[in-house]
């Protein structure tokens, strides 16, 4: 494991005002000034506050960082780290990227001159070809959501060094407790801290975590000019879910690499995407970068390869909630083609691995076994449906 618990729970600071074991929710708008400019490193509730920075450190430990910065939504963090650039950058990312990044990078950043090339880094080869002197950022996701494509953060990021650009990784699926990119060469990660860092679907959150005094100094004077800044509330949560993410992330790949054995042998199944299994075309890879824990997410696709197949499905089981989101307590389900994935066209989907009929799993905390039972009678009631009957 990459973060002992022991290091972990003593990394949430004991209040040095009252000595609460609880970090204190500092609900302010602005602090009281001895003089102009003369405080106690806080004059306004958007450019700082000691709940935000507590949790900013934290997770700045969490991913051995230089600093932390949390933002509103994962994608709030996202959007600090593309108002780094400027007209006539470029971005070589991953092709089977979040929809909501796509989103953000299509229909926002590309208007404003910022090219950006769509590539399969699975293969660290692949950014050679895409690279050039105007690239800035290398983006990745590893693994990818959703269907979990492992890229070699070390390889990347010695081909994008060379070329001057820096490796931004979204570290959500993995969590820190699996993997820390920025020791293995990324200069920033980012988290939503919604999934596996809250961890009990309760807050929305983003993190950015950088490696160097320069990065921090961009990305503060971003969260502080844009004010895309998390709640003192929402600070705490998050705070709360940490201390217990590495016993709730152990757990949960554990019982992942159970249902994705399970689904393997599974008639009704096509092809299932998990970076614990050998078949998978990654696994070595991810089995030394993720320090042996594979994630709590399975992916995987139907026989019948339709919409409708999926839908079913998503809609036939029980203790596996249909919901958009992952890394909560709670297992939930997803159908990525028209939930997370929507805003992306059919055809890139498709191009990036995202069939009509792939379905999302995200293991929660239950017992695997009563999980299993629950994919289980999933299937035997889709085969108990009536075909619908076709008059012409």
Request: glycine share 8%.
């Amino acid at each position: 494991m990459s973060q002992k618990t022991t290091n972990l729970i003593h990394s949430v600071p004991v209040d040095e005002l009252t000595g609460s074991i609880s970090v204190p929710i500092y609900q302010t708008a602005t602090y009281v000034q001895e003089a102009p400019g003369v405080n106690k490193g806080f004059d306004y509730g958007r450019s700082n506050n000691p709940t935000r920075l507590a949790l900013e450190n934290i997770v700045a430990k969490l991913e051995d960082g230089y600093a932390a910065y949390a933002f509103a939504t994962g994608l709030a963090a996202i959007d600090a780290v593309l108002k780094t650039l400027k007209t006539g950058d470029e971005i070589v990312a991953v092709d089977d990227i979040y929809g909501g990044a796509y989103r953000l990078f299509t229909h926002i950043y590309e208007k404003f001159g910022i090219t950006i090339h769509y590539v399969d880094t699975t293969d660290a080869e692949n950014i050679k070809r895409y690279i050039n002197e105007k690239t800035k950022l290398v983006w990745l996701e590893t693994p990818t959501n959703p269907t979990l494509k492992i890229s070699d953060i070390k390889a990347i990021a010695k081909t994008a060094h060379a070329a001057n650009a820096l490796v931004v990784v979204d570290n959500t699926f993995a969590s820190p407790v699996a993997q820390q990119p920025l020791k293995l060469g990324a200069d920033i990660v980012i988290h939503s801290g919604t999934k596996y860092l809250g961890g009990h679907s309760d807050l929305v959150a983003g993190l950015v975590v950088v490696s160097t005094p320069e990065l921090a100094e961009q990305i503060k004077f971003i969260q502080n000019a844009s004010g895309g800044i998390l709640g003192p509330q929402d600070c705490w949560l998050t705070i709360r879910g940490i201390e217990t993410v590495t016993l709730r992330v152990e757990r949960q790949c554990k019982t992942a690499l159970r249902v994705a054995e399970f689904l393997q042998a599974c008639d009704e199944v096509g092809q299932v995407y998990y970076p614990g299994l050998a078949s998978h075309k990654n696994h070595e890879l991810a089995q030394q970068q993720q320090n042996g824990l594979f994630g709590g997410v399975v992916s995987f696709t139907l026989k019948d390869d339709t919409e409708e197949a999926a839908n079913a499905f998503v809609t036939s089981t029980q203790y596996f909630k249909l919901a958009e989101s992952l890394g909560g307590v709670k297992s939930l389900v997803c159908h990525p083609a028209q939930m997370t994935h929507k805003s992306i066209p059919h055809e890139k989907r498709l191009r990036s691995g995202i069939a009509d009929s792939l379905i999302r799993l995200s293991c929660g905390i239950e017992e695997a076994e009563d999980l299993i039972a629950d994919i289980k009678q999933a299937f035997e009631k889709i085969k108990k449906l009536e075909p619908v009957e076709v008059f012409n």
